[in-house]
């Protein structure tokens, strides 16, 4: 009878531990983006031409939310044809893109010092005599970092934008994994120089917001025996095949081209297991810049 | 000792270990992707007819996908495939019908998907993939299977991501009393043709890279010619033939109803090679004509 009670005791925790564990995934991938329609009488007028150079449109995209304060914001239609507005100084932008095709949308921000967010894609369904508001999309923080090799004990900074007088968190993920995090300054910026006594290796370096899921793109530092200066002609992007500092549809081609050969190069075998993959791919996708 | 005191534990809690193991692994759904397909119910013999594969990554980043859609070969003949309606921007393996009854693709979506963006159906999470045309031969039900899903995480390092594959199927009954289906006689869009040099260091070739897309639907196949020779199938991206003389590259990009787009390059002759050749042939004439000379006059 004592067991029968221990035992259900003690599934009950296990329950418990495992319910919680499912709230909390689901947590962890929390939406930060709430979507709302409203209708509109009649057509919708064309910004600036770029979205198909009429203003006859029926039916259109709003995109709002936070990016950077003074950051340029872009959406790329699947046609290529792209609209940009500019951030406030409260990082706050509104886009509205006319349109009459479902479609997907891809968003990305610079902020005012060249740096550019991760990609963001909105695959949309429109209806028309409606303009579908998608509201509250908050760009992760960008990222990165005046060296791309660190020798233990040497000093390295880490910066970006981010939302103003906001909390910053930056990951270190490696051999040793850490986290710490600042608060960027009113104009939106976050700046840290700190010295660094991890163990020796490859070390991958985001940053975000708490409770996002969302993060920068992810910046590669090597803890070694010297340090190297990040320049263009150094910087270390898996896939960038001809080193222009983006990974776009040119790296992707050569990546293409050695698809399922034997014997790679090794800047296309992004993952060095010695085959160009799915997996190759997915990671030029994640960092894909272009 | 302690091994003794956890066989204890083991053997007193088997069931228990039973249910923690259970729970765990259904706790693993959480972070599933789901493939299905969506088409009719119903059509007849003769009649074309489209299947939408949907992906639904539940709230998830998801970048890159890679699938086979099997389809019985008796009753259906695959007809084409369409990318206007689709979330995959960048194809690694255009959609192809490998052999009879299977059609094959894989493709990455940079920046990654979570979900679909419907106002009007909010719980309608599902993002169009790609839609496939067939025709119905034969009466009969056809069963529509999704095998050897590949789906993975946008982060960073491919993680794969557990899929669901969810098939679907339809029955075809009778003749179509009318053909009612539109021919389509419009060319794909003009599209351009980019080469990509070969490295300085690197064993990369030169590669012609291009990319046609068709109003009703998608490419079907590309040819090539180099320097006006004959036209042979082709990928993108094209190694071109290493020449020091420059020449015309010719691509054509058919849709499935044959129609035909051409474009014409001229491809400038890769003379910087072509002289490291030439610098290093003299170096070697010129040792040679050393080597003679300081045999002679030995």
Not at chain 1, 117 to 135: A, E, Q, W
Not at chain 2, 14 to 43: D, Q, R
Not at chain 2, 63 to 81: A, H, Q, R
Not at chain 2, 169 to 183: D, F
Request: one cysteine or more; charged letters at 20%.
């Amino acid at each position: 009878m004592r067991l029968i009670t221990k035992q259900l005791l003690f599934l009950g925790i296990t329950i418990l531990i495992l319910g919680y564990y499912n709230f909390a995934n689901a947590l962890t991938i929390t939406q930060t983006e709430t979507v709302s329609v409203s209708a509109i009488v009649g057509s919708i007028p064309s910004l600036d031409g770029g979205g198909g150079g009429g203003g006859s449109y029926q039916s259109g995209v709003r995109f709002s939310g936070l990016a950077y304060p003074g950051a340029t914001v872009t959406v790329i239609k699947r046609d290529g044809k792209t609209l940009s507005v500019t951030a406030n100084q409260s990082a706050e932008f509104s886009i509205l893109v006319p349109e009459t095709n479902w479609q997907l949308f891809t968003l990305f921000a610079v902020d005012v010092y060249g740096r550019k967010s991760t990609l963001l894609n909105f695959p949309t369904v429109l209806y028309s005599g409606y303009i579908t508001d998608i509201s509250g999309i908050r760009f992760a923080p960008t990222i990165n970092t005046d060296k791309l090799s660190v020798k233990k004990g040497d000093f390295i900074t880490i910066e970006g934008s981010s939302l103003p007088n906001t909390r910053v968190y930056i990951d270190f993920e490696g051999k040793d994994n850490s986290t710490f995090s600042l608060i960027s300054n009113p104009e939106g910026v976050y700046s840290v120089t700190m010295p660094i006594n991890m163990t020796e290796g490859e070390y991958v370096l985001r940053s975000y917001y708490q409770g996002d899921s969302r993060t920068s793109k992810a910046v590669r530092v090597t803890v070694g025996s010297a340090s190297i200066l990040r320049t263009e002609v150094t910087n270390n992007i898996p896939g960038d095949c001809n080193f222009d500092q983006q990974v776009t549809l040119v790296d992707f081609s050569v990546l293409a081209y050695w698809y399922q050969k034997p014997n790679p190069p090794r800047c296309v075998d992004t993952n060095s297991d010695g085959i160009v993959n799915l997996v190759d791919f997915s990671i030029l996708a994640f960092y894909w810049n272009g | 000792m302690k091994n003794i005191f956890f066989k204890k534990i083991i053997s007193k809690n088997k069931i228990l270990i039973f249910l923690v193991l259970f729970f765990a692994l259904n706790n693993t759904k959480v972070l599933a992707a789901s493939l299905s397909l969506e088409l009719p119910k119903n059509v007849s013999i003769g009649e074309k007819f489209s299947v939408d594969l949907l992906i639904d990554p539940e709230n998830q980043s998801i970048n890159s996908i890679e699938s086979s859609i099997i389809f019985p070969k008796e009753i259906l003949k695959y007809n084409s495939f369409s990318i206007k309606q689709s979330s995959i921007p960048v194809w690694v393996e255009e959609p192809k019908e490998e052999f009879l009854g299977t059609i094959h693709f894989a493709g990455v979506i940079p920046g990654g998907l979570e979900r679909l963006y419907d106002p009007m159906k909010g719980n309608n999470h599902a993002i169009p993939v790609l839609r496939f045309y067939f025709i119905a031969i034969k009466s009969g039900s056809a069963n529509f299977e999704i095998k050897n899903s590949l789906v993975l995480k946008n982060d960073g390092k491919g993680s794969a991501v557990y899929v669901s594959e969810n098939g679907s199927s339809i029955n075809i009954s009778g003749e179509q009393t009318e053909n009612i289906q539109q021919v389509d006689s419009t060319p794909p869009e003009p599209f351009t043709v980019s080469i990509i040099d070969r490295s300085t260091f690197g064993r990369n070739p030169r590669l012609a890279v291009f990319s046609a897309s068709d109003l009703d639907g998608a490419i079907e196949h590309y040819e090539v010619s180099v320097g006006n020779g004959t036209f042979s199938i082709a990928n993108s991206p094209y190694p071109l033939p290493y020449k020091i003389m420059g020449y015309k590259l010719t691509v054509r990009a058919f849709d499935f109803s044959g129609n035909m787009r051409e474009q014409q390059i001229d491809v400038p002759g890769e003379k910087s090679y072509g002289m490291g050749i030439l610098v290093i042939l003299f170096i070697l004439l010129i040792a040679f004509i050393r080597y003679k000379f300081y045999v002679k006059v030995k």
